[in-house]
Every structure is written in C-alpha cells, then in structure tokens.
C-alpha cells in the first residue's frame, strides 16, 4: 500500500495544486481514464470546504490530503480541524447540526455534489474535524492481467 500526503494553508489557490496532484496519483494507482475528470471534481470540492470551514472558523492548521494506492482500490481523505459537535452541545467554537449556519447550504451543496460524483464516500465530523474518504475501484496495468 502507497500513501501520497499533501498537507495545504488553506488557500483556495491551493486546491488546484491538490486536484492536480489527485488526478496524477489516480492515474498512475490504475484509475480507470474516464473516471479521472470525476476524481479531480470530487477532491476539488472537498478541498474547497476544508478551505471554507477553516477559514470561516479562524483556523491556521494546514488542510490533509491522503492518496492512498491499496491492491483493488484507491482512496482519497481530505481532513480539516473544524470542530463539530451534536445539536444541543454548546462546546465553544463547535458547529451543532441544529444550529443556524450561513455556511450550511453552501457545505451541503458540497457534499451532494461529492455524493453524486464518487460512489463510494464517508463523511466523519467531530469534535477535532472532519474526514471525507472517497474510494475509486483499480485496474492492474496491461500485462499484468492472468
């Protein structure tokens, strides 16, 4: 198993660089080349809402990207550190579902948009931030094929 990492101040001029990156390590992992567009629009939006909850949350930690290459699959984790909480926890600085967000609708959107691009996707929050890991299916490379 290979692990690509990129660590990013969250800057939105960053995220090309993190698309780009994705799309090279997915293509040489055995990503499928019609899958690829989808790869680089996935990882765009999720390195654009890490970006967004950073910035509106006033935190300097740097966004975490994971390319993971595993035998059948490829994997990717785009990782904050905005705090989340459950509704009704009044932890400071926490955001809780329940409670009224500008920035709601708009990481919403992200994520319906992520959904309908990856098939496989897992979204984690919590108290230390949060986690989106999308998975794409691998072909070995021609003439490694039994």
């Known amino acids: 198993m290979a692990t690509v990492e990129l660590r990013f101040s969250a800057l939105p001029e960053h995220v090309r660089t993190a698309r780009l990156v994705a799309a090279a390590v997915a293509r040489r992992s055995g990503v499928d080349e019609a899958v690829l567009d989808e790869v680089r629009l996935a990882v765009g939006e999720a390195c654009t809402r890490a970006v967004g909850l950073h910035q509106s949350g006033g935190i300097a930690a740097p966004v975490r990207v994971s390319l993971i290459e595993e035998e059948k699959q490829f994997s990717i984790e785009v990782g904050d550190e905005a705090p989340r909480a459950a509704p009704g926890d009044k932890?400071?600085?926490a955001r809780g579902a329940g409670e009224p967000d500008t920035d709601a609708e708009e990481d919403e959107m992200g994520?319906?948009?992520i959904s309908g691009l990856v098939d496989d996707v897992e979204v984690t929050a919590g108290q230390h931030g949060g986690l989106i890991r999308m998975?794409?299916?691998t072909t070995p490379?021609?003439?490694l094929v039994p």
Request: aromatic fraction near 8%.
């Open 91 to 93: 932890t400071p600085g």
């Open 111 to 113: 994520l319906a948009v």
């Open 135 to 137: 998975s794409w299916p």
């Open 141 to 143: 490379p021609a003439g």
